[in-house]
């Protein structure tokens, strides 16, 4: 994701990273291409000129379309961040919680909270369709790393490696039955909002829709040139220009945006997430127990 500072225009305008700009240049260089050859068909074989009535009309429609298009795009993209935002405090009130209740229980502790650093890695891979449990992977047991990473949904697997640590202290004693309840309902919520994920993923805008819209925008663009010909002459050109990559780029943003879950530069900054959990429940690990002294 760009970070930007809103309250600055002159960067924003003249940025090219993370502008729909070059996604959209060769459309639009095509509708200009287009409006010029209606220019000279007018000026030098016949006037070939249309009334504005019909496109001031579609026109109301086509922007009605775009909106929708825009706003369902950014649902699913805040939808997403709110997804993120509930497996990074779900991991830190695992890493909490946990932190407290096994104090004496080191090695159970460390095991716990080394997998759900994992978790968000393992989900972020899961929804670019990759695998990898990131830079903590290699602090994990390489039996159980091995399985998960052949398991058909690896963040499940991890959440399950979770749970199975908690499941050894079930009967033990180690710590009462509530405190184990409340831990596994944070582990069911993190693989409640990996599913919310996959949710927004797999579910793009209805096809018909989309290619509804496409339809509308294409026939308006090439037919808004005889509209604008006979009153602007060469400036047609320049006015597609402006409108091509005004109604070209809403829809772009939408596709742009749509699936927040990648590595353009709009998307989410998951990896950023990703790290920042891991970097607050390493933390949490209390550190190994301090060598007796030598004897005299």
Request: proline share 8%.
């Amino acid at each position: 994701m760009v970070e930007y500072n809103p309250k600055r225009w002159s960067p924003q305008l003249l940025a090219v990273r993370g502008s729909i700009a070059p996604k959209i240049i060769l459309r639009v260089a095509l509708v200009v291409l287009w409006s010029a050859v209606v220019v000279l068909i007018h000026k030098h074989v016949r006037h070939i000129e249309i009334p504005p009535t019909v496109h001031t009309l579609v026109g109301l429609a086509l922007g009605l379309l775009l909106v929708f298009r825009t706003n369902s795009s950014y649902e699913r993209f805040w939808e997403g961040r709110k997804s993120w935002g509930r497996i990074i405090n779900s991991s830190r009130n695992i890493a909490r919680t946990a932190s407290s209740l096994l104090k004496t229980q080191r090695a159970t502790l460390e095991l716990i909270l080394l997998w759900t650093a994992a978790f968000p890695y393992a989900s972020m891979n899961s929804l670019r369709r990759t695998r990898g449990l990131g830079p903590i992977e290699s602090r994990l047991p390489p039996a159980a790393v091995a399985e998960v990473l052949a398991a058909a949904h690896v963040p499940l697997a991890v959440a399950q490696q979770i749970s199975l640590a908690l499941a050894r202290h079930r009967s033990d004693g180690t710590f009462a039955e509530r405190c184990i309840i409340y831990l596994d309902d944070m582990v069911r919520r993190l693989v409640d909002e990996i599913g919310e994920c996959e949710r927004i993923q797999n579910t793009p805008l209805p096809f018909a829709y989309v290619v509804h819209l496409r339809r509308a925008l294409v026939l308006y663009l090439t037919t808004l040139p005889f509209v604008l010909v006979d009153p602007f002459g060469w400036l047609t050109t320049l006015c597609m220009l402006l409108i091509s990559y005004v109604l070209l780029g809403i829809d772009e943003i939408g596709v742009e945006i749509e699936n927040p879950f990648g590595t353009d530069s709009n998307d989410l900054p998951i990896e950023s997430f990703c790290s920042g959990v891991e970097k607050i429940i390493l933390e949490s690990i209390p550190p190994p127990p301090a060598a007796p002294p030598p004897a005299a």
